[in-house]
């Protein structure tokens, strides 16, 4: 794991030590999750991403483990890696479960210092991972690792809506201290080495129906009421794209 950086060693020693705690069991899962609601942007993200048999799929951030089964479900052959120990040991035993592991390669290793290969992969998938990461870092060795025309796809929370961010200020105990969610207007000089890059929000008004899930039984109304407010939220971004900056999560797909 060693960067030979010491402030970015130190940030990937608390992240890791986070991970640990978090997929060994820790209380580190903030109310609304019990509604999954971001399942919906996955959705979206796995939708996107085809038939991946006779490709090489590059995982951000293994975590639980059961995006890298998805991904290896869809014929991938998947290299997937994570900082924390325990990630990577619940992907494996997910993976052993599924009888899945053979077709996956699982290491611990930081985004910033990647071990494959110059122009390895077909694709690279990731779900709330890179805002963990120093970006300038992380994306030049995703630069390295994506085979011309290779396809990053990542969804990651966005830095902009100011009731999100007092919430993330009063709820510190659910995040790292080193992260820091994505802002729209800096994408295109983070991400100038490659070749275009689109993105895609969520969660403008259906943040009422994550709200809701506070309130006694709202997990129970959030299915029916995310689904109308998502709806919405597809027409008036339609619309006014620039209210997507105002979103709870951005879907990045970003091409080499």
């Known amino acids: 794991m060693s960067s030979q950086d010491p402030l970015l060693e130190a940030r990937l020693q608390r992240e890791a030590q986070f991970h640990d705690s978090k997929y060994g069991g820790g209380d580190l ?68 479960a599924d009888d899945l592991l053979d077709r996956c390669s699982i290491e611990v290793m930081p985004a910033e210092s990647l071990v494959y290969e110059r122009e390895s992969f077909d694709v690279a998938v990731g779900f709330a991972i890179i805002h963990h990461l120093d970006l300038v870092k992380a994306l030049a060795e995703l630069h390295r690792v994506l085979k011309p025309g290779g396809v990053g796809y990542f969804a990651e929370p966005l830095a902009s809506n100011p009731l999100i961010q007092l919430y993330r200020r009063m709820t510190p105990q659910f995040r790292t201290a080193d992260e820091q969610p994505l802002v729209l207007s800096q994408l295109p000089s983070l991400l100038s080495s490659f070749r275009s890059f689109e993105h895609r929000e969520f969660y403008l008004t259906a943040l009422a129906a994550v709200a809701i899930t506070y309130a006694p039984g709202g997990s129970r109304l959030f299915p029916a009421l995310s689904a109308p407010l998502h709806r919405l939220d597809q027409v008036l971004l339609r619309a006014i794209p620039r209210l997507g900056a105002w979103g709870w999560y951005t879907l990045l797909r970003i091409t080499r």
């Open 29 to 96: 899962y903030p109310r609304h999750y019990a509604a999954r609601p971001t399942q919906y942007v996955y959705t979206q993200m796995r939708d996107c991403l085809g038939d991946l048999h006779g490709k090489r799929v590059l995982e951000y951030g293994c975590g639980e483990g059961w995006i890298t089964r998805d991904l290896a479900r869809m014929g991938g052959k998947v290299c997937a890696f994570d900082i924390s120990p325990q990630a990577v040991e619940n992907t494996r035993r997910v993976l052993a």
